[in-house]
Nanobody, 125 residues
């Protein structure tokens, strides 16, 4: 059973940085992609970063491209999200997730079967 545990959330001022970590266990080569998602109160869940585990390729939406970086440390089985130049609109609960349904479905949030418990990020102006 895949387990994902996030850490590293917190509160920062506009322009600050935070790094989220996601410790993964119970999985092997079956994971095709891992991603970070966020959800703010009253808003839909939004993907903010995606990593294709076999190629290392990444994807970012326009809202965070150039500010957020997703990476993985295979030796530690840990996924990271480095967030720089944070804005108040980045305030949300952030979740890491993993999918094993094939690369073609990595862009579909419903394909992610494994989710962490979430880490709160609050950016004040």
């Amino acid at each position: 059973q895949v387990q994902l545990v996030e850490s590293g959330g917190g509160s920062v001022q506009t322009g600050g940085s935070l790094r989220l970590s996601c410790a993964a266990s119970g999985y092997g080569s079956s994971i095709d992609c891992m991603g970070w998602f966020r959800q703010a109160p009253g808003k839909e869940r939004e993907e903010v970063a995606r990593l294709y585990t076999r190629t290392g390729n990444t994807y970012y939406p326009d809202s965070v491209r150039g500010r957020f970086t997703i990476s993985q440390d295979n030796a530690k089985n840990t996924l990271y999200l480095q967030m720089n130049s944070l804005k108040p609109e980045d305030t949300a609960m952030y979740y890491c997730a993993a999918a094993s349904t094939g690369r073609a479905l990595c862009s579909v949030s419903r394909a992610y079967a494994y989710w962490g418990q979430g880490a709160q990020v609050t950016v004040s102006s």
